[in-house]
């Protein structure tokens, strides 16, 4: 049974950083792909950074050159490094890895940042 659980999030001022991680237990394939996602108040889920196992990068045009993501494959472990955050980076971020070799999609439960102004 595959789990991801995400921790780092948490309160914090318009500028300041957070550092998210998401430990992935239970067996994924080794072509895959992990992601963070986000999900605002009354508003859709949207992507805001993937990683595939080669570390080829995508990010959301929103937080291009203020987030980082990037992935431990010994610890099965995916980051997100957030700087100069907004309050409109206030969100639930969600965790996602996408096991392409299997065909299977995992989410995690999700973890609160909130940025005050």
């Known amino acids: 049974q595959v789990q991801l659980v995400e921790s780092g999030g948490g309160l914090v001022q318009a500028g300041e950083s957070l550092n998210l991680s998401c430990v992935v237990s239970g067996t994924i394939s080794s072509v895959n792909t992990m992601g963070w996602y986000r999900q605002a108040p009354e508003k859709q889920r949207e992507l805001v950074a993937t990683i595939t196992q080669l570390r080829v990068t995508v990010y959301a045009d929103s937080v291009k050159g203020r987030f980082t993501i990037s992935r431990d494959n010994a610890k099965n472990t995916v980051y997100l490094q957030m700087n100069s955050l907004k309050p409109e980076d206030t969100a639930v971020y969600y965790c996602?890895?996408?096991?392409?070799?299997?065909?299977?999609?995992?989410w995690g439960q999700g973890t609160q940042v909130t940025v005050s102004s």
């Open positions: 996602r890895v996408r096991d392409i070799g299997r065909a299977d999609n995992y």
